[in-house]
């Protein structure tokens, strides 16, 4: 069993960074796939960034290509998410997710086992 906590959320201008950060315990996620979701008051959730275990292969929303970073630190069992010129529409709950099995479908939620409470990120106008 894996369980994961997201810190790093805040109130951020438009503009603005932020990194947010999953820490994992109860278990080594170095051999897991990990992906960070969101979630904007009355919408699904939807998908961010993805990166595999062997850390070659990330993949991104294109609402967040060339903003966004995942990056993981298998010593430290975290997962980051770098987000760099934040728009008003960033703003949502932000959940990190693993998953040990091997996937193609990183993007969909149904490939993770494992989620984290979120954290929210407001980004203002």
């Known amino acids: 069993q894996v369980h994961l906590v997201e810190s790093g959320g805040g109130l951020v201008p438009a503009g603005g960074s932020l990194r947010l950060s999953c820490a994992a315990s109860g278990h080594s996620f170095s051999s897991y796939a990990v992906g960070w979701f969101r979630q904007a008051p009355g919408k699904e959730r939807e998908f961010v960034a993805a990166l595999t275990w062997s850390t070659s292969n990330a993949d991104y929303a294109d609402s967040v290509k060339g903003r966004f970073i995942i990056s993981r630190d298998d010593a430290k069992n975290t997962v980051y998410l770098h987000m760099t010129s934040l728009k008003p529409d960033d703003t949502a709950v932000y959940y990190c997710?693993?998953?040990?099995?091997?996937?193609?479908?990183?993007?969909?939620?149904?490939?993770?086992?494992?989620w984290g409470q979120g954290t929210q990120v407001t980004v203002s106008s």
């Open positions: 997710a693993a998953t040990p099995r091997p996937s193609s479908q990183l993007p969909r939620r149904s490939a993770y086992d494992y």
